[in-house]
């Protein structure tokens, strides 16, 4: 090796040995690196059991809105179809309540920031009985009520207000069979394990109001079975330990023939009356 590769050699030997003694100088000076932080997990819902309860303690802990969820399911009185407008009157138009004119607004409203009101209404919705004349969608309450649930968790109340479309003449059905198909909608709603904490969710079983006779829509007699629903569903409502309103005794449903309206659907100071019955209900079940 000549003189000038022996120069070079010492030079890169000397400079190694210097950092070997920088970093265990630095190692005996720092400490060992410090152990990476553990992963956090979260866990998703359903969570049921002791669990569940934990889970909503460190929620809450974790920020969690505690703002009370309320889930409004029913049909198109619900959903806030007008039949009142003149716009109403022509074939073939659809017509909507303004956003402060349906009762689940309203009853937000009255209810106050601390509440917030979700709408789940549906035109042609029945409680829990398949009707083969809706060929748009699954109208069966039940066979879509989880699923809705599920996409609103977690909740505190939820307000069931089906039974209308049940009334109709091609599906056959008996005051008694339509409550209790309102009151399995009750019982599924009890077995989600989808609230906020370990307690079952709260739930208003509302009596829809009695309709008029419309047998040009397929809802011939449906007076007098709508006005016998009343009783079978408050015997349904005792049953289960729930919260229930009539409908009819906040509102009447106008007579089509003298104060417009097609007798099927709410009015406007309906869904008003409506919204503040409904709001002071859960205003009671969460004192």
Not at 56 to 61: M, P
């Amino acid at each position: 090796m000549d003189t000038r590769s022996s120069a070079l050699a010492a030079a890169a030997g000397a400079a190694l040995g210097g950092l070997a003694v920088y970093v265990l100088s630095r190692r005996r000076d720092d400490g060992p690196p410090p152990a990476p932080a553990p992963r956090q997990t979260f866990r998703h819902f359903p969570v049921r059991g002791p669990l569940q309860r934990s889970y909503s303690l460190a929620a809450t802990s974790l920020g969690e809105d505690a703002t009370v969820r309320v889930v409004c399911y029913g049909d198109s009185n619900t959903w806030g179809f007008d039949a009142f407008s003149p716009a109403a009157a022509r074939e073939g138009v659809l017509c909507r309540f303004c956003e402060g004119g349906r009762w689940p607004r309203v009853a937000e409203k009255l209810l106050g920031p601390g509440y917030a009101v979700v709408e789940e209404g549906l035109n042609g919705r029945t409680t829990v009985h398949p009707d083969p004349l809706m060929g748009d969608y699954d109208a069966n309450g039940r066979a879509t009520l989880a699923a809705i649930l599920h996409s609103h968790k977690p909740f505190d109340v939820v307000v069931l207000m089906l039974g209308t479309n049940d009334l109709k003449t091609h599906l056959s059905l008996t005051p008694e069979q339509i409550a209790k198909g309102a009151s399995t909608l009750v019982g599924d709603v009890f077995k989600m394990g989808v609230t906020r904490s370990a307690e079952r969710p709260k739930v208003l079983l509302v009596a829809p109001p009695k309709v008029w006779d419309k047998p040009e829509w397929g809802f011939a007699g449906a007076r007098s079975r709508s006005d016998a629903c009343r009783a079978c569903y408050a015997a349904e409502a005792e049953a289960h330990g729930c919260a229930f309103l009539d409908a009819n005794d906040v509102f009447a449903i106008p007579d089509p023939a003298k104060e417009g309206g097609d007798g099927i659907h709410l009015s406007p100071a309906n869904a008003k009356a409506l919204g503040a019955a409904v709001a002071a209900k859960i205003e009671s079940m969460m004192a």
